[in-house]
């Protein structure tokens, strides 16, 4: 085996590492999902929350909250199959690629960031903050979209912990916490780097990304950020009342 290839592209720093440790935590640190997942893998054609569960003697609820936590991260695919006979066709959870590789690229959009903030900077400070959040709102509601059964209705700390795991999976290493009467979501990493530091006003778009998976995943939402990484504070901060 030759000497691993080390350039300037995939080298990580300490934070994009942070964030992709916590990405891999978020699936796979339950040692049931990760048995999941190798259950999964041996099964070219797929699998059921029924047949999960049945395997592992998990409550069919409990099998399919691995399975979806497995697809929200892109490590399992879902599709439909009326395998399982008359009445409405069951998901069936495969995985996203036949062979196991521990490679988690950290995408770069370094270039489009930094035109974004040079371009809100020639607008005014409403102008552009409101401009920012229409922007991630509008990414925000495309993710939820894209969610498996983003129709279905979910508790608002269900929507929660999707958006948080949704935010992880695009490199902000968040998570879902309760602080007082509010819910927030704690991001411990900023993937627009220093075009964020630099132009904190895009900030506004990782509020319009909650915003948007919420308003979708759940109806309504009024998320406020409460600190900021690019404003010096330790985390970002996306404080959600319920």
Do not use: W
Not at 130 to 144: C, L, N, P, R, T
């Amino acid at each position: 085996m030759g000497a691993p290839d080390v350039t300037a592209e995939n080298i990580l720093t300490p934070t994009e590492f942070a964030s992709v440790v916590t990405a891999i935590t978020s699936a796979f640190g339950d040692p049931t999902r990760r048995e999941i997942y190798l259950y999964v893998h041996e099964q070219p054609d797929g699998v059921t929350a029924a047949e999960t569960a049945e395997h592992f003697a998990l409550h069919a609820n409990v099998a399919r909250h691995h399975l979806d936590k497995l697809a929200g991260g892109g490590y399992l695919d879902v599709g439909r199959s009326t395998r399982g006979g008359a009445g409405r066709p069951s998901k069936v959870y495969r995985c996203a690629e036949p062979q196991i590789r521990i490679d988690f690229p950290v995408r770069h959009h370094d270039v489009l960031v930094t035109l974004l903030g040079k371009a809100l900077s020639l607008l005014s400070a409403e102008q552009a903050e409101a401009m920012a959040e229409e922007v991630g709102i509008e990414y925000g509601k495309a993710m939820a979209a894209s969610m498996a059964d983003a129709d279905q209705g979910r508790s608002f700390r269900q929507s929660l912990h999707a958006v948080a795991d949704a935010l992880t999976a695009n490199g902000f290493a968040a998570h879902a916490e309760k602080f007082g009467d509010s819910l927030q979501i704690v991001a411990e990493n900023c993937p627009f780097g220093g075009a964020a530091i630099e132009h904190p006003v895009i900030c506004a778009v990782d509020r319009g990304m909650v915003k948007g998976m919420l308003s979708t995943l759940y109806g309504r939402t009024n998320p406020a950020t409460s600190s900021s990484l690019a404003q010096g504070d330790d985390v970002c901060v996306t404080a959600v009342d319920f």
